[in-house]
Structures are given as structure tokens and as C-alpha cells.
């Protein structure tokens, strides 16, 4: 299973999304689950909440074997370590 995760924010109304969308091997579609918040935040944290939007979303659906896939680099990495980055409550 391979569950996207990705976020959007929008600079004129302060609305940030983090959205996570799960598809199996074929590539059908699973669930989805997305979060909107009012505010301001680095777009990495917000990437940050959609990687853990995404293994929420993996808990809802009961998957065991699974990838959540991000797209920022940054955040990737400090997963991969653990970082204390300015995101790091929630990794």
C-alpha cells in the first residue's frame, strides 16, 4: 500500500491543508484524510503534519504494510534521523 502525503497553503487566506490519500498495489483507491487549519506555519511543518496525517490515516484503515510518500526532501531526512528541527514535536 502506498499512502500520499502532501500539503497545500494558501497565502492570501492563511488556510493550510495536510491531506493524505492511501491507493493499494493496484493502485485503487483506499481512504483519505486531510486536515485544514487557520494560521501561518513553515511550509515544512505543514509537510511534516501531512506525513503524520498520512500514518493516521494507515491506523484508520488497519494497514500493517505500507509507504507514505512526501515529496520535501527536508522532511524526509529528519524522519529518517529523528531531527529536532522547528517541526520536531512532530516527527
Keep these: 500500500m502506498k499512502i500520499n502525503a502532501d500539503a497545500a497553503l494558501a497565502k492570501n487566506s492563511g488556510t493550510i ?6 491507493r493499494d498495489f493496484a493502485g485503487r483507491f483506499l481512504g483519505d484524510s486531510a486536515v485544514v487549519m ?3 506555519l513553515e511550509p515544512e511543518t505543514v509537510e511534516a503534519i501531512s506525513c503524520k496525517e498520512g500514518l ?6 488497519l494497514l500493517q504494510d505500507f509507504r507514505v510518500a512526501c515529496d520535501n526532501a527536508g522532511v524526509v531526512a529528519s524522519i529518517r534521523v529523528g531531527s529536532l528541527s522547528s517541526y520536531g514535536h512532530i516527527i
Design 56 to 61: 493516521g490515516l494507515a491506523s484508520d484503515l
Design 38 to 40: 487557520e494560521g501561518s
Design 17 to 22: 491543508i495536510a491531506a493524505a490519500v492511501a
